[in-house]
Every structure is written in structure tokens, then in C-alpha cells.
């Protein structure tokens, strides 16, 4: 069973940059597909950016694309996400999420849903205060 560890969380200033982690460990990383979504407080959990198990097919919800950027170092387990220009709307609990059958094919398309992920991550916080 795979675990997922996210890091890098904390309180920014709006226009900051911050990067995030995911250390994946338990099975074989190099065959998950990888996701991030984040929560905030009385949302539904939101998604964020997908990962092809190469890491040659990025997906992005629409809102993020050209501010966050996802990639993935199968040599290391881990999955990252860069996020530049934060906004106060994009503090949130973010979630790491991997699955072993679902196939990111395009970089186009609708945004994933939680429930194409099976393994989850405990989640680590980012604020950004103005």
C-alpha cells in the first residue's frame, strides 16, 4: 500500500512563490498517475493539476494553467507543484493523490475528480496573507 507524504506548506505573501512536495512510498512510483487538489475551509475538495506516469502529460484546471506547475522525479518518488503569484484565494489544505490504473492521456480535458484517485495524502496547509 502506498504512502504519500506532502511538505512545503506554509504562510506566504500574496505575489510569493512556494513549492510543494510529495514523497511517495509503499509501491512502485513510476506506475501512479499523480494528482494535487486543494480544499479550502466549507469547499469542496478541488483539482489542481494531474501527471502522466512519465510525466510527459501535464493536465491543469483551467485557472491554474501558466501560475502552477506540476512535475514528477520517478528517480526520487516525488511529485512537486510550483505555485507563482499566489493569490489569498489560493490558501487551502493541498492534497497529493496517486493511482495505479487511471492514464493522464492529454494535457486537455475536464478537470479530474477526487474519485479517480485512490490513495491520498494527509494534506499540508498554505496561506497567503495580503
Known amino acids: 500500500q502506498e504512502h504519500l507524504v506532502e511538505s512545503g506548506g506554509g504562510s506566504v505573501q500574496a505575489g510569493d512563490s512556494l513549492t510543494l512536495s510529495c514523497l511517495v512510498s509503499?509501491?512502485?512510483?513510476?506506475?501512479?498517475?499523480m494528482g494535487w487538489f486543494r480544499q479550502a475551509p466549507g469547499k469542496e475538495r478541488e483539482f489542481v493539476a494531474a501527471?502522466?506516469?512519465?510525466?510527459?502529460?501535464?493536465r491543469y484546471t483551467g485557472s491554474l494553467k501558466g501560475r502552477f506547475t506540476m512535475t514528477r522525479d520517478n528517480s526520487k518518488n516525488t511529485v512537486s507543484l510550483q505555485m507563482n503569484s499566489l493569490k489569498p484565494e489560493d490558501a487551502a489544505v493541498y492534497f497529493c493523490?496517486?493511482?495505479?490504473?487511471?492514464?493522464?492521456?492529454?494535457?486537455?480535458?475536464?478537470?479530474?475528480?477526487?474519485?479517480?484517485?485512490?490513495?491520498w495524502g494527509q494534506g499540508t496547509q498554505v496561506t497567503v496573507y495580503v
Open positions: 509503499g509501491g512502485t512510483f513510476s506506475s501512479y498517475a
Open positions: 501527471i502522466s506516469r512519465s510525466g510527459r502529460t501535464i
Open positions: 493523490a496517486a493511482d495505479s490504473r487511471l492514464v493522464i492521456a492529454s494535457s486537455d480535458g475536464a478537470d479530474y475528480r477526487p474519485i479517480d484517485f485512490t490513495s
